[in-house]
């Protein structure tokens, strides 16, 4: 079993930053490959970013690329996902997600375990 805590989200301005945390309490964490998802009010998860079981390959989507960063400590198991030049249609709930496994995977059923969420509004 795989507990994920977010957190890092709030309300910021267009063109701010945040980073987002999520915990996972797991013994083998570095063997489960990690993704960041959002959701909207209406509308379907979508994928963001996804990072390897040792952190080697990523994968983001095209409209976060270059602003946005996953990472991972496997040490301290955590996965970070840092938000630059936010955008008002970066505003969702975003939700951190684990799969066993060594790729990064963009289609979330995909994934076995995902934590609560954390909101994040961006304000134009």
């Known amino acids: 079993q795989v507990q994920l805590v977010e957190s890092g989200g709030g309300l910021v301005q267009a063109g701010g930053s945040l980073r987002l945390s999520c915990a996972a309490s797991?013994?083998?964490?570095?063997?489960?490959?990690m993704g960041w998802f959002r959701q909207a009010p209406g509308a379907e998860r979508e994928f963001v970013a996804a990072?390897?079981?040792?952190?080697?390959?990523?994968s983001y989507l095209d409209s976060v690329k270059g602003r946005f960063s996953i990472s991972r400590d496997n040490a301290k198991k955590t996965v970070d996902l840092q938000m630059n030049s936010l955008k008002p249609e970066d505003t969702a709930v975003y939700y951190c997600?684990?799969?066993?496994?060594?790729?990064?995977?963009?289609?979330?059923?995909?994934?076995?375990?995902w934590g609560q969420g954390t909101q994040v509004t961006v304000s134009s």
């Open positions: 997600a684990a799969v066993f496994g060594r790729n990064p995977e963009s289609k979330p059923g995909v994934y076995t375990y």
């Open positions: 797991v013994r083998t964490f570095s063997g489960y490959s």
């Open positions: 990072i390897s079981w040792i952190g080697d390959s990523t």
